[in-house]
């Protein structure tokens, strides 16, 4: 846990700050909210299709082709040597991966340095989709290692209670996160393990593409960066 002072606390529950409001929209017609469950506690699922296949992109190959960067200030995506590594001045810059479709499902990615990461989820365009953010300890926001957000109509809301949740990421140990939607219901693995879960009462209930996120925190001294191995999903 990072100690900071109370003026970098405020700023940093502002985050993300790029058009950062509360949206209130009425449900998805028809659709029933569905209860988050407890972490660590055995999660009911959608069954799978047979024949869905995981999608993957392992970043061997030099360049971006089957992606497409969306963001207000875009940053610098390069593959070197079998990994995705982004830096530089971005403004909530998201890689989606093109063709890619997911409505229930989930999407992962495999990361050992995040100063502002994060992987997404139902994207249908650069103003709608979900967002998991996670960080390592290493960051100015160590403290708030993975949250959840919803963004609609360009804006976003945080969707974790308390402003983020806590876990053990020492800068340099790779973890695997894991972000998965179910109807209303969002969830977030790190190793296999369920860290944390929400039920957002106003979901976005389309299918979109998967992608990852990076953020230049404006507070932190210097660029941020982050760095990721292997991007894997499934749609149920």
Not at 134 to 145: A, E, I, M, T, V
Request: hydrophobic letters at 40%; proline letters at 7%; glycine letters at 12%.
């Amino acid at each position: 846990m990072h100690s900071r002072s109370l003026g970098a606390m405020v700023a940093a529950l502002l985050l993300p700050a790029a058009g950062c409001c509360v949206c209130r929209m009425a449900p998805a017609a028809g659709r029933t909210p569905r209860p988050a469950a407890e972490p660590g506690v055995s999660v009911p699922r959608r069954s799978q299709p047979s024949g869905e296949k995981v999608g993957e992109e392992s970043f061997r190959s030099p360049g971006l082709p089957r992606f497409t960067q969306h963001a207000t200030v875009g940053a610098a995506w390069r593959v070197a040597g079998g990994v995705l590594e982004v830096s530089g001045a971005g403004d909530q810059s998201v890689l989606i991966r093109d063709g890619s479709v997911v409505e229930d499902g989930w999407v992962e990615v495999r990361s050992d340095h995040a100063d502002e990461g994060g992987l997404v989820l139902r994207f249908v365009d650069n103003d709608n989709y979900y967002l998991l953010a996670f960080r390592d300890d290493g960051s100015l926001l160590g403290f708030r290692n993975v949250e959840f957000f919803r963004r609609r109509a360009g804006h976003f809301q945080i969707l974790t209670p308390g402003y983020g949740k806590d876990i053990p990421w020492p800068r340099g140990v790779e973890r695997t996160v894991r972000f998965e939607a179910v109807e209303n219901v969002l969830r977030v693995y790190v190793d296999g393990v369920l860290v944390d879960s929400v039920a957002d009462p106003e979901p976005i209930m389309q299918p979109g593409a998967v992608g990852l996120r990076y953020h230049d925190v404006p507070e932190a001294p210097g660029s941020d960066f982050s760095r990721y191995r292997s991007l894997r999903w499934q749609a149920y």
